[in-house]
């Protein structure tokens, strides 16, 4: 995991189009990527010499092209649900026009986790234009403010970016491992519950 993180950092500090690809992996793993907030802080510690607001515009690119990558798997994976499920799901269509948007720009702009609206906005169809615009918006709006931030504290701290992106980094391994601990003690003691 650590080799990992280092990779990541390696194609951050290869400039813009580093950063966009180290931003696309990352997102591309559904339910664990941390928040893009933080990434656009710690790329703006790391590279001060980058345009805040650029790195804040790439990161939500990288979001918003591996949530697509995301949307697309799903819509297609309706080919593989029955007729029943296919029906319950088509019922929400009305809802997600109205209300999709809102629920898609909120969860786009919020720290938390957005791959449960990614999943609902796909499974009713809802339009890919539409959701290429508004997650766009919403992130953009989070990854900005995240790379001001991490600009600010960058500044304020001159003498030491890399050590503080070293310990926003192991920060985010520690959580990522703490959770993984936690869900894996949670499903053995389901296990033991079913048994």
């Given at each position: 995991m650590q080799d990992f993180f280092q990779i990541i950092t390696q194609l951050i500090l290869q400039g813009y189009l580093g950063l966009l690809l180290a931003c696309f992996i990352i997102n591309m793993i559904p339910f664990l990527s941390p928040s893009n907030m933080v990434l656009a802080g710690v790329?703006?510690?790391?590279?001060?010499?980058?345009?805040?607001?650029?790195?804040?515009?790439?990161?939500?690119?990288?979001?918003t092209l591996a949530k697509t990558v995301h949307y697309g798997i799903v819509r297609f994976s309706r080919k593989a649900m029955s007729e029943r499920?296919?029906?319950?799901?088509?019922?929400?269509?009305?809802?997600?026009?109205?209300?999709?948007?809102?629920?898609?720009?909120?969860?786009?702009?919020?720290?938390?986790?957005?791959?449960?609206?990614?999943?609902?906005t796909a499974l009713t169809r809802y339009s890919i234009v539409k959701f290429i615009l508004t997650y766009f918006?919403?992130?953009?709006?989070?990854?900005?403010?995240?790379?001001?931030?991490?600009?600010?504290?960058?500044?304020?701290?001159?003498?030491?970016?890399?050590?503080?992106?070293s310990l926003v980094l192991t920060a985010l391994i520690m959580g990522f491992l703490l959770k993984r601990r936690y869900d894996s003690k949670e499903d053995k003691s389901g296990d033991s519950h079913n048994s």
């Amino acid at each position: 995991m650590q080799d990992f993180f280092q990779i990541i950092t390696q194609l951050i500090l290869q400039g813009y189009l580093g950063l966009l690809l180290a931003c696309f992996i990352i997102n591309m793993i559904p339910f664990l990527s941390p928040s893009n907030m933080v990434l656009a802080g710690v790329a703006a510690v790391l590279m001060p010499s980058m345009v805040w607001l650029a790195i804040g515009v790439i990161v939500a690119v990288a979001a918003t092209l591996a949530k697509t990558v995301h949307y697309g798997i799903v819509r297609f994976s309706r080919k593989a649900m029955s007729e029943r499920l296919l029906k319950s799901v088509d019922l929400e269509k009305a809802r997600a026009e109205k209300w999709g948007g809102l629920a898609l720009f909120l969860a786009a702009a919020s720290p938390f986790p957005d791959d449960p609206v990614v999943v609902y906005t796909a499974l009713t169809r809802y339009s890919i234009v539409k959701f290429i615009l508004t997650y766009f918006a919403g992130k953009v709006t989070v990854t900005s403010a995240g790379a001001l931030i991490g600009y600010v504290a960058g500044g304020l701290l001159e003498g030491a970016p890399v050590i503080l992106a070293s310990l926003v980094l192991t920060a985010l391994i520690m959580g990522f491992l703490l959770k993984r601990r936690y869900d894996s003690k949670e499903d053995k003691s389901g296990d033991s519950h079913n048994s």
